[in-house]
C-alpha cells in the first residue's frame, strides 16, 4: 500500500516567529498515518526543525542546488539540506520550472543529487493552461517525468514522490476536478510503468497539487491514484492544512 503524503509549501511566506507557530500547531494536530512535510523558507529551516523534533512532521526544502558544494553564490545543496535534517525536498515546482525558467536537464540532475544527499526528492510535473487547450497534456507530463527521472536508476526509485500540480491550479482557487486529476495521475503511473516496471511504478506516491483546501481535499484524495496532496495556501492556516491531512487518512 501506498504511503499517503501531504506536503506543505509555504513558499516565500511567514517570519521565524510564524513559521514556528505554524510548525507547532501542524505538529501538535498531525494525523497518525499520513506522512506530513512542512517546507518552510531555507532561513527558517532550523527554527522550523527544532519546534518538530520528536514530532511526526517531517522538514523539507523547496528547492536545491544540483552539486554538492562549491562556488554557486545564493545556493543550497541537497547535503546541507539534510544536514539540517530535512527528509524532503521540492524539485522543480512550476514557479521555478515556469517562473525561473529552470529546465528540464537541470531538474534532472537536481532530483539525483537530492535522493543521493539522502532526501526524498518531490518531482512536480504538470502543463500549463495552453497546453491543456491544445490537447498536449500527455506529452507534457510524459517529457516531464521521462526527463526528471533521466539521472535516476530505478534502485533509486523508492525516494521519489511525484506531483502533478497543473499549473493552472496553482495559486488560482481553480482546482482540478476529481476526475481531471485521476486521469492525469492514472497517465502518469503508466507512463512511470513504462520506465521503471509495475512494482516500482506502483509503489511511487502521486500527489496532487494546486488549489487544494480543506472542502475539496477527500474528493481528491479518494480517487484511486491520488496519494495525497501538495499544499501551498491552504498549508499557512494550519486549521485549514490539518482538515486537508486528516482527509488523506485511508
Ligand atoms: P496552491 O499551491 O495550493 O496555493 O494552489 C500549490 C503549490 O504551489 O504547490
Redesign the pocket.
Known amino acids: 500500500m501506498r504511503p499517503r503524503i501531504v506536503a506543505g ?1 509555504w513558499k516565500m511566506n511567514t517570519t521565524r516567529e510564524t513559521a514556528r507557530q505554524l510548525a507547532q500547531e501542524v505538529a501538535q494536530g498531525a494525523t497518525a498515518g499520513v506522512t506530513v512535510v512542512v517546507c518552510p523558507p531555507y532561513p527558517y529551516l532550523e527554527a522550523v526543525g527544532t519546534v518538530l523534533k520528536g514530532s511526526s512532521v517531517a522538514l523539507g526544502a523547496q528547492d536545491c542546488h544540483y552539486q554538492e558544494k562549491g562556488a554557486y553564490t545564493g545556493s543550497v545543496s541537497p547535503a546541507m539540506l539534510a544536514d539540517m535534517c530535512c527528509a524532503y525536498v521540492l524539485v522543480g ?1 512550476s514557479e521555478r520550472r515556469h517562473g525561473l525558467q529552470e529546465g528540464e536537464g537541470l531538474l534532472q540532475f537536481k532530483v539525483a543529487a537530492a535522493i543521493k544527499a539522502g532526501l526524498t526528492a518531490v518531482l512536480c510535473v504538470g502543463e500549463t493552461l495552453e497546453e491543456r487547450e491544445a490537447k498536449r497534456i500527455e506529452q507534457v507530463l510524459a517529457r516531464h517525468v521521462s526527463s526528471g527521472l533521466a539521472a535516476l536508476s530505478a534502485d533509486k526509485m523508492g525516494r521519489l514522490v511525484i506531483a502533478y ?1 497543473p499549473v493552472w ?3 488560482t482557487g481553480k482546482v482540478a476536478t476529481p476526475e481531471q486529476a485521476q486521469e492525469a495521475h492514472a497517465f502518469i503511473r503508466g507512463h512511470l510503468r513504462t520506465i521503471v516496471g509495475h512494482a516500482v511504478a506502483d509503489a511511487t506516491p502521486i500527489l496532487y ?4 483546501t480543506g472542502d475539496n481535499a477527500a474528493n481528491l484524495f479518494a480517487q484511486p491514484d491520488i496519494d495525497g496532496g ?5 498549508s499557512l492556516k494550519p486549521t485549514d492544512f490539518l482538515k486537508i491531512v486528516a482527509a488523506a487518512k485511508r
Open positions: 509549501n515546482h500540480e491550479a496553482i495559486g497539487g494546486g488549489s487544494v501538495l499544499i501551498g495556501g491552504a
